[in-house]
């Protein structure tokens, strides 16, 4: 399984952006994708999470209520709709996927998962 992320650039303070995340090759229909973030001073860390197959979505308190998961079916792509962004915002963006359904509590872990994408960077300007 190969993950296509894009979506990443440079937006103002209070901008939005959107990030996507397609994988290709073999996908079961019940895995789970899952967006995580990474700057050089900060450890890796859950941002959203979906689960195809009941669309249970999983978001960090710091992006609840700023930031969406979605999915378009007929593209298999997942989207990471990104509104309000702030500085703190600002890292590089990777998408993941694990071909399983994975349950609540191993949605939000980094090692749950098989797949990754490049990364695509995020900056927000104060």
């Known amino acids: 399984v190969q993950l296509q992320a894009s979506g990443g650039g440079l937006v103002q303070d209070g901008g939005s952006l959107r990030l996507s995340c397609a994988p290709s090759?073999?996908?079961?229909?019940?895995?789970?994708m899952a967006w995580f973030r990474q700057t050089s001073v900060k450890e890796r860390e859950f941002v959203a999470g979906?689960?195809?197959?009941?669309?249970?979505?999983y978001y960090a308190d710091s992006v609840k209520g700023r930031f969406t998961i979605s999915r378009d079916n007929a593209k298999n792509t997942v989207y990471l709709q990104m509104n309000s962004l702030k500085p703190e915002d600002t890292a590089v963006y990777y998408c993941a996927v694990s071909p399983r359904r994975l349950i609540t509590s191993a949605v939000r872990q980094g090692a749950s998962y098989d797949y990754w994408g490049q990364g695509t960077q995020v900056t927000v300007s104060s």
């Open positions: 979906f689960r195809w197959q009941d669309k249970m979505t």
């Open positions: 090759g073999s996908t079961s229909g019940s895995y789970t």
